[in-house]
T-cell receptor, first 110, second 113 residues
Framework: NAGVTQTPKFRVLKTGQSMTLLCAQD?????MYWYRQDPGMGLRLIHY???????AKGEVPDGYNVSRLKKQNFLLGLESAAPSQTSVYFC?????????FGDGTRLSIL | AQSVTQLGSHVSVSEGALVLLRCNYS??????LFWYVQYPNQGLQLLLK??????LVKGINGFEAEFKKSETSFHLTKPSAHMSDAAEYFC???????????FGAGTRLTVKP
């Protein structure tokens, strides 16, 4: 009963470091999404994918890259972390709209 | 671009009382509307969605929402609050079902015994 699994759950980075967040879903969904959640701002879409090998920009894509090499995985990368990227990141999947969410990754950039 | 406004960042009700969480949308085309719930340290769960079928939409956990085009509203209601309803609720809008969903800032619901 995994659903959407995000790795890691917590991470602290220094400014300029890079890292990759992993999202895995076991529901065979075509659509996958990466959001960031900041206090008082709801969720904002970073990037999304409508199928294996496809990606598209969302509302706040700058500073992030994504890849969808396998249908079940959606990776979010930060090439050079900045303090403004301190946030809680959520991955979601669904047949069309985001229906199932992971439990989030809390990322702090110092 | 489409957007939603959730009126009231915090709502407090007594157990057994009516729950009313307000959402107003802005969209240049007929919208798709959604309500999500987020429990502490968890991701969002889809409560219900409006996709231009019936204007009164029933969701999980006894929640429902009514689409009112004339008021550009999609308020979430539940007749009788339960302690387990305490959570944060997000309204969202999109112009199609596929992507570009915009979320409101959220309303935190507290249920008092």
């Amino acid at each position: 009963n995994a659903g959407v699994t995000q790795t890691p759950k917590f991470r602290v980075l220094k400014t300029g470091q890079s890292m990759t967040l992993l999202c895995a879903q076991d529901m065979n969904h075509e659509y996958m999404y990466w959001y960031r959640q900041d206090p008082g701002m709801g969720l904002r879409l970073i990037h999304y994918s409508v199928g294996e090998g496809t990606t598209a920009k969302g509302e706040v894509p700058d500073g992030y890259n994504v890849s969808r090499l396998k249908k079940q995985n959606f990776l979010l990368g930060l090439e050079s972390a900045a303090p403004s990227q301190t946030s809680v990141y959520f991955c979601a999947s669904g047949r069309r709209q985001p229906q199932h969410f992971g439990d989030g990754t809390r990322l702090s950039i110092l | 671009a489409q957007s939603v406004t959730q009126l009231g960042s915090h709502v407090s009700v007594s157990e057994g009382a009516l729950v009313l969480l307000r959402c107003n949308y802005s969209s240049s085309v007929p919208p798709y509307l959604f309500w999500y719930v987020q429990y502490p340290n968890q991701g969002l769960q889809l409560l219900l969605k409006y996709t231009s079928a019936a204007t009164l939409v029933k969701g999980i956990n006894g929640f429902e929402a009514e689409f009112k085009k004339s008021e550009t509203s999609f308020h979430l209601t539940k007749p009788s609050a339960h302690m387990s309803d305490a959570a944060e609720y997000f309204c969202a809008v999109s112009v199609d079902e596929d992507n570009d969903m915009r979320f409101g800032a959220g309303t935190r619901l507290t249920v008092k015994p």
